[in-house]
């Protein structure tokens, strides 16, 4: 007999409170433009979305249909009269880890209606053990339909469920959180200001660090002094060559001082030596 209910109910004093494993879709039901990219979020804090996503551009476009956020709550999925979504880790250790079964349950459910191709829709589960998330990652998953990202909890997920779904780690740092709901938030707004008509201006996206290999150059604005700090007269000569000159300069020595792992990816793309020689 499975030790599984129907969908089983939680008593909180007064209030009685019905699981459901209906996705959620935040902030009213926003209206939503037909092929609009759309993240899925299978989350045991539905709750911490939309956060930073609900606001800024990301928002404003979220709110004109150009993406879509649906959250799909792990809790409903889980075992018992508790709805237990995790247990202990076999062969012992410290923590807990969420269920195979119970995480492949709400897989399953945020998989409807969305292509079985990984490079269409991909299935990403937010870990730092997973691949470091790059510029490229975000324009790759920006191509897609959608996709479908997993927080984890706890000390992780059962391995058989990223086996049988074929899903892609990927991790914002090499440090631990609490929980995958932040770094969710990180992978959609790197991945949401890249969708057409998203920033506004195409080309914010094409001169940010990054977008070509090397960190973006440095920024000024008005007043052209201050506390006895000048802009450099090449961004006031209004000789648009020389700037761009400048600008790429710039970017050149900011990356080989602070990240020389990039600068030796960008010197070999370039097919050149640190000397400069080909």
């Known amino acids: 007999m499975s030790d ?7 008593s909180h004093g007064r209030l009685s409170i019905s699981a459901n494993r209906q996705p959620r879709s935040l902030m009213d039901e926003p209206p939503r433009i037909k092929g609009a990219w759309t993240a899925k979020i299978v989350t ?4 911490a979305f939309p956060g930073t996503l609900g606001i800024s551009l990301l928002g404003k476009a979220r709110e004109l249909g150009l993406w879509a956020l649906e959250t799909i709550d792990l809790r409903p ?10 247990d202990t880790p076999a062969g012992g250790g410290a923590g807990m880890v969420l269920r195979a079964d119970v995480v492949g349950a709400a897989l399953t459910q945020a998989a409807i209606g969305t292509p079985k191709d990984r490079a269409l ?5 937010l870990s730092p053990r997973g691949a470091p998330l790059t510029q ?15 927080c984890g909890r706890f000390e992780g ?19 631990v959180l609490t929980g995958g709901e932040v770094a969710a938030q990180v992978l959609i707004d790197a991945t949401v200001r890249l969708i057409p008509g ?19 150059h440095p920024q000024y604005t008005k007043p052209a002094e201050w506390e006895g700090r000048a802009i450099p007269e090449v ?32 010197l070999q793309k370039q097919g050149k030596s640190d000397d400069g020689e080909a």
């Open 77 to 86: 999925f889980g075992i018992g009269k508790h709805l237990n979504v995790d």
């Open 121 to 125: 829709w991909p299935v990403v589960y």
């Open 235 to 266: 961004l006031m000569s209004g000789h648009h060559g020389k700037i761009e000159k400048w600008r790429h300069g710039m970017s050149e020595a900011l990356t080989r001082a602070r990240r020389p792992d990039l600068w030796a990816q960008y």
């Open 136 to 150: 490229a990652m975000a324009q790759r998953y920006a191509q897609a339909e959608g996709m479908t990202l997993l």
């Open 198 to 216: 998203v920033l506004g201006n195409a080309e914010s996206a094409v001169e940010e660090s990054h977008s070509n290999g090397l960190l973006e």
């Open 44 to 47: 045991l804090f539905p709750d």
């Open 157 to 175: 997920v059962d391995e058989r469920v990223l086996e049988q779904f074929g899903i892609e780690e990927v991790s914002i740092g090499d440090f």
């Open 4 to 10: 599984t209910p129907p969908l089983a109910r939680k």
